[in-house]
């Protein structure tokens, strides 16, 4: 069902069939295995026979994470001999939730990253060189691997951190595509610069990026962090990426760089306001999914709390897929500052265009006025008033609020950006 990359070529009116008849499947299956929406389906009296067009969906209720949390055991839809994987969220929204995978759902997942990988334009004469975690319960390594593997492309699992390590397996198995958290790459160039090593020169010519934005989500231009790996190594292509375990499937750029990919063989994505309404093309909405294809645990209209906008014109590569721009912010992570709404990337790319900053970390707690407060801890040598004063007017330039800045060891905010047991760099601690 879910090996079908034609689809992606096909047009909107067909993919849009195609959708409504897998649809159709999973809501059976959703109706006979899930113990989570049978029940849902009973309290609302919902047919999910009724359920025919992608408009249709508007009369099922949403999923949220704290569904996933209460009542995680209820999603399963499988027998416990059946489930082959266990892997969690990163937490990053709560308490981690536990996802059972099938055989099926291995399956499912490499053939999603070899569709990652082909729309970033990777082959099997590629060699990937995985700069990502495989362990720590964590689906995307794996999945990077498996899709990497259903290529044919060479892997290198050299893991996340010590860029000595990665440099000398450059060096040794001269990889042609990396799979990174794109901040890391400019640790790389520094390491490179300090020990001699031509990076201009290296065999890498293409990143697929995970985790943090690399272009600004109207214009598809670099953001700060774009561009300065585009100014340090611009022989390099990056390739965004967005993806989520819940969703069990990764959106991917192709070369046009003008959004990601939606891999419409696997997912339903609906872009919702706050009441829970389809947005407009181009408008910014919650990311909200049905997955198709899942065994194990299949998710029904499941709000992700990603904000981005969805791109419905056709590409100039040749599909018809929709697009996402890059995540514009969590919902849950809205922080309304001075009369300003905000979110914490926008904070992230002020902080990002400021080369003196070696690290940081945003804090947002609730002040004696029970609004919300801003506090951007900055790791610096330069402690000036001076050098505060340029931070502030950046920000205020740029967003038109500035925060409170307190100036830490960088040993200090380090340590805050890899707590015990975390999979990702944290930037922003929310302590309402």
Not at 135 to 163: E, H, Q, S, T
Not at 315 to 336: D, E, F
């Amino acid at each position: 069902m879910f090996r079908t990359p034609e689809i992606q070529f096909a047009s909107a009116s067909e993919i849009k069939a195609f959708q409504e008849a897998q649809l159709a499947v999973t809501l059976e299956y959703l109706a006979g295995s899930s113990e989570f929406y049978k029940r849902m389906f009973a309290e609302n009296g919902i047919r999910p026979d009724r359920i025919r067009k992608i408009e249709d969906l508007a009369n099922i209720p949403l999923t949220s994470k704290d569904d996933l949390q209460k009542y995680n055991e209820d999603f399963i839809c499988v027998s416990k001999d059946e489930i082959v994987d266990y892997v969690t969220t990163s937490g990053t929204l709560g308490d981690p939730v536990t996802f059972a995978l099938t055989d099926g759902d291995l399956d499912r997942l490499a053939y999603n990253e070899w569709l990652s990988f082909s729309t970033a334009g990777c082959g099997r004469s590629d060699i990937l060189q995985l700069m990502t975690t495989l362990d720590r319960r964590f689906m995307a390594g794996l999945a990077y691997f498996l899709g990497a593997r259903k290529m044919g492309m060479g892997i290198i699992r050299v893991g996340n951190g010590i860029p000595e390590l990665q440099w000398d397996t450059i060096r040794r198995a001269r990889p042609t595509c990396g799979m990174v958290v794109p901040s890391f790459l400019l640790k790389l160039v520094d390491f490179a610069s300090a020990n001699g090593i031509d990076w201009h020169g290296s065999s890498l010519k293409k990143c697929v990026c995970i985790g943090e934005a690399l272009r600004n989500p109207d214009t598809f231009e670099f953001n700060t962090l774009g561009k300065r790996i585009n100014d340090a190594w611009g022989e390099l292509e990056l390739y965004s990426t967005y993806a989520s375990t819940e969703m069990q499937a990764s959106f991917t750029e192709c070369s046009a760089h003008r959004g990601c990919h939606i891999p419409v063989d696997l997912i339903i994505v609906e872009l919702l306001d706050q009441n829970g309404n389809p947005v407009a093309e181009g408008e910014e909405g919650e990311v909200t999914v049905t997955t198709l294809g899942v065994e194990g645990m299949p998710l029904l209209r499941f709000r992700t709390g990603d904000i981005c906008r969805r791109y419905d014109e056709p590409c100039s590569c040749g599909r018809h897929s929709s697009r996402l721009s890059s995540v514009i912010g969590r919902k849950s992570q809205m922080v309304k500052f001075k009369g300003t709404t905000l979110y914490p990337p926008a904070l992230f790319d002020v902080l990002d265009n400021v080369p003196e900053i070696t690290n940081y970390i945003v804090e947002v707690y609730t002040n004696d006025l029970g609004t919300d407060e801003v506090l951007v801890r900055v790791g610096s040598s330069d402690h000036s008033d001076v050098f505060e004063k340029r931070i502030k007017d950046m920000f205020r330039s740029r967003v038109r609020v500035a925060p409170s800045i307190s100036f830490d060891p960088v040993e200090y905010i380090a340590k805050l950006q890899m707590p015990p047991m975390s999979r990702k760099t944290v930037k922003f601690i929310d302590r309402r």
